[in-house]
Each structure stands twice: as structure tokens, then as C-alpha cells.
């Protein structure tokens, strides 16, 4: 067990550079399922929710080999088309594997996932959208065993709203399926139009991918893809409010700033400085940032997994923002662990009312998921004294290297051994 030991009161300036978005490599590598063959992923960061995906990956018998950013996937004919518990546990997107599974043999059994951090977190839209395309399922033991007994057909399917692993079920299952799939309402993410890139390299027939209008035309079989993941919008973000709450300036490179848009006009209204060109942005930080209002959106609204990372800086605004969480019911956990370092947070239900505070003071503190954690570590970089954050294996579920790149920024953290001396 691990902690990173966080001394507030340094200003981050220098320049940081992205890996590849968690969110895309991890459905990339599940795409992979779908063509024997040895597949290729470049910029693929070095997190742990890819290697738990390798895991996956590997139970349904692909071989995976990792070094310097590039994964190589050997996929057999024969796949074992079943995702245990202990993975799906640790990392739901393991539930994307249906599409895939049902598309290449016509059966699937996975762990039924659970609710974690942020809420309930149903999957009645991914079965729904299957069962259109001919797909039967029962829940044994805790096991959802799926059959497309006649195969996967194209369907029409509506999403009820535009989720992001639903539609990528959708596409998985549709690419290799009979006839034309057409998806309403579809999640209009970069990195779903990442994943149809990767997938019409790999020979399938798509359009209207980054609309809410997808249609699939499915082929016969696909072959083996060679793909460079797109940037990580959520790393990038999260480097830019470090750059915001500690007052410091920072450019972050390797990333599209067209695809933060509406976070980075947020940090605008905050008070920061912000610039950009294609392919890096730079972030000036106040003194001390002004209140803002916002709502998670699906893209192209704010993120909700820059939601906490925000809610960081704001807690230490010159005044009161008011927050709606539109895509999960429990994504405020976290704000206890704030309070703990002086925040003045109060949430009902999807909202929540921050009163900024003049100075937050290092405490030890816990990372309850990925976001959570990283926001707790900003407000560490901001705050009088030490904070010790706990539970950092959820950082590492989403940043590589966390600690070294905000040191290399001039952050003053370390990690180490839960309970070591410093
Ligand atoms: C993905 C991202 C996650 C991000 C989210 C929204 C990955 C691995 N994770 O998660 O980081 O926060 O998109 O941008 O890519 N829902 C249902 N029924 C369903 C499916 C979803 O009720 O069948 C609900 C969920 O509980 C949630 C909301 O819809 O409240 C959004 O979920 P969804 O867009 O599916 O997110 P994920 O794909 O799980």
C-alpha cells in the first residue's frame, strides 16, 4: 500500500505531455476480440485499468505483450467467451466484451457488474440495444449468459440516452453483424469516433461516427488493426487545473484542445489565462480563481470526469459555485475527503454548492476512484502544509506516472509506503 505525500504552496510551470486516452485504448482492446490476428495500439498509456483489460484480454485467450507505450494483441480463432468476476469487479468497461463475443461466436458469459463509487450504474441500455439485434439474456448466479442463437442482425436501435459504453456495445456486435445497424441517440465522444477509426481499419463499414446517427453496415469478417490512440482529453484537463489551482502556468502538449473545449472556457471564467493550438493549450493561473457555475454533460458538455478536478479549484474561490452532476447519482462522495482539508461543500442529491474557502490545510485524506483521487492531490498542491492521500492504486487506474509528471511541473509530492517516515 501506497500514499502520496503532497507540500502545498508551489506554482506548476514547464510543459507536460498526454498519453492516450484510457477511454479509448481499453474499447480499442476489446475491438481487438473481433479479428484473429495480431493487432497493434500505439500511444497506449501505461495505466493500470490496461493492464486489468490485458487480463481480460487474456482469460478469452488473446496474448498480450506491453513495452514503451505499444501493445501488441494476439488474438486466436477460438475465443473462450467469458469475462470472470474478480475483472469485472475491478473495471466495469470489462462489460463491452459482450458486443464482441456475441458477433464472434454467438455466445457471451460475464460477471453482471455491480454498482461502484459513482452510483448504481445500470446496463439495461447495452442489453437492450443487443437484444434488438437478436441477442437472449439470462442472469445465473451472477453470471449474464448471452446467445445470439441465429447470429447478430442489423437492427434499428434507440438509446434513451446517449451512453457511452451502450453505443460502443452496439457497434461492437453490429460490425460483424447481418445487415445495417442503425443507432439513434448515439454517444458523440472523441473517443467513440477513436474507436470507429480503429474498427474501419479494421475493415468495417461505418458512418456518422462522432453524431448522434451511427450507421453499421456489417461485413463478413474483419482483419487485424495497427492504430495510434487519440489524446487523453481527461489527463490533459487534469494537468490544466493543476496549472489553475496552484497559480502556476503550464503548457500541455500532445492533446487536442478542440475536445475540452467547453472545461477549458470554464477555467477561462474562473480567471485563467488560457491559450491554444492544434495540438497543445497553456493554462495561466489566478491568484485566486473566481466562482463558476456548471452542469456535466455528455460530450460536447463538461466532462463529468473532470467534474471533481473542478470542484477542487473551486473550493477555493473568491465566492459560491453551484454544481449539477447530470450523468452520475453518487459522484460527490469524495467531497467528505475535501471538507477534511477545510472545503465548504454542500451536496443534495445532483447538486452540489461550493462556498470557496480562503485556504484549504493539508490532512491525510482517501482516493475513493480515479477522478476523486486526482482532484484530492490538486487540492493537496494548493493547500497549507501535508496531505497524505491514501488508496492511490485508483490513480493509477487512469495516470501514468502521476506523481513524476507533477514533480517534473515543480510540484513538491512523493509516493511512498503507507506509514513511512519522510
Ligand atoms: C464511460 C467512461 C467514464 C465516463 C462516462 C461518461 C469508460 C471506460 N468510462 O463510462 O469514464 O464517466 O463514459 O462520459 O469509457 N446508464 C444506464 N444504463 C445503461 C448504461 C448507462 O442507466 O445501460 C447510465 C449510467 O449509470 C450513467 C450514465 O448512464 O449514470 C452514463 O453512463 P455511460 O455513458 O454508459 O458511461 P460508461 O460507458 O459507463
Not at 441517440?185 to 468495417?204: S, T, W, Y
Not at 503550464?250 to 491559450?275: I, N, S, W, Y
Not at 493554462?283 to 466532462?303: E, I, K, N, Q, Y
Not at 462522495?333 to 462556498?355: C, F, K, N, P, S
Amino acid at each position: 500500500m501506497e500514499e502520496i505525500i503532497v507540500t502545498g504552496g508551489y506554482p506548476l510551470t514547464g510543459s507536460v505531455g498526454v498519453l492516450g486516452a484510457k477511454n479509448a485504448a481499453l474499447k480499442q482492446m476489446v475491438a481487438m476480440l473481433l479479428a484473429p490476428g495480431t493487432h497493434l495500439l500505439g500511444n497506449v498509456p501505461g495505466i493500470l485499468d490496461v493492464a486489468l483489460m490485458g487480463r481480460v484480454l487474456e482469460h478469452i485467450g488473446a496474448v498480450c505483450s506491453f513495452a514503451g507505450n505499444e501493445l501488441t494483441v494476439e488474438v486466436p480463432d477460438e475465443l473462450r467467451p467469458e469475462a470472470p468476476l474478480d475483472l469485472v469487479r475491478q473495471m466495469r468497461a470489462s462489460i463491452v466484451v459482450l458486443g464482441p463475443l456475441l458477433a464472434r461466436g454467438g455466445v457471451a458469459r460475464v460477471a453482471f457488474p455491480g454498482g461502484d463509487d459513482l452510483g448504481a450504474r445500470p446496463i439495461d441500455m447495452h442489453l437492450d440495444g443487443l437484444r434488438r439485434m437478436g441477442a437472449e439474456f439470462e442472469l445465473e448466479h451472477g453470471v449474464l449468459i448471452a446467445r445470439a442463437p441465429g447470429g447478430l442482425k442489423g437492427a434499428e436501435v434507440s438509446l434513451e440516452f446517449p451512453s457511452v459504453g451502450a453505443t460502443e456495445n452496439v457497434l461492437l456486435g453490429a460490425v460483424l453483424a447481418n445487415g445495417e445497424t442503425t443507432l439513434h441517440n448515439a454517444a458523440r465522444e472523441p473517443e467513440i469516433e477513436d474507436l470507429v477509426a480503429f474498427l474501419v481499419k479494421m475493415g468495417a463499414r461505418i458512418r456518422g461516427a462522432g453524431t448522434s446517427l451511427i450507421t453499421v453496415e456489417g461485413v463478413e469478417a474483419l482483419k487485424p488493426g495497427a492504430h495510434t490512440v487519440l489524446p487523453d482529453r481527461l489527463e490533459a484537463g487534469t494537468y490544466a487545473v493543476a496549472a489553475a489551482i496552484t497559480g502556476g502556468e503550464v503548457r500541455v502538449e500532445q492533446c487536442v484542445p478542440d475536445h475540452l473545449r467547453m472545461e477549458l472556457r470554464k477555467l477561462t471564467e474562473a480567471g485563467c489565462m488560457v491559450d491554444f493550438g492544434e495540438d497543445w493549450f497553456s493554462v495561466l493561473g489566478p491568484d485566486r480563481p473566481s466562482p463558476v457555475d456548471f452542469a456535466t454533460l455528455p460530450f460536447p458538455g463538461f466532462h463529468t470526469d473532470m467534474q471533481p478536478q473542478m470542484v477542487a479549484l473551486l473550493s477555493v474561490a473568491s465566492g459560491t459555485s453551484v454544481i449539477t452532476e447530470n450523468i452520475y447519482d453518487a459522484r460527490f462522495r469524495y467531497a467528505g475527503e475535501l471538507m477534511r482539508m477545510g472545503a465548504d461543500i454542500t451536496t443534495e442529491w445532483q447538486h452540489a454548492v461550493i462556498r470557496g474557502v480562503e485556504k484549504l490545510s493539508g490532512c491525510p485524506v482517501i482516493a475513493p476512484d480515479i477522478r476523486a483521487g486526482a482532484s484530492l492531490v490538486l487540492a493537496g498542491l494548493r493547500a497549507e502544509g501535508q496531505t497524505a492521500v491514501g488508496e492511490v492504486h485508483h490513480i493509477d487506474r487512469g495516470y501514468e506516472d502521476f506523481v513524476g509528471r507533477l514533480q517534473s511541473l515543480g510540484g513538491h509530492l512523493e509516493r511512498r509506503p503507507v506509514g513511512a517516515a519522510s
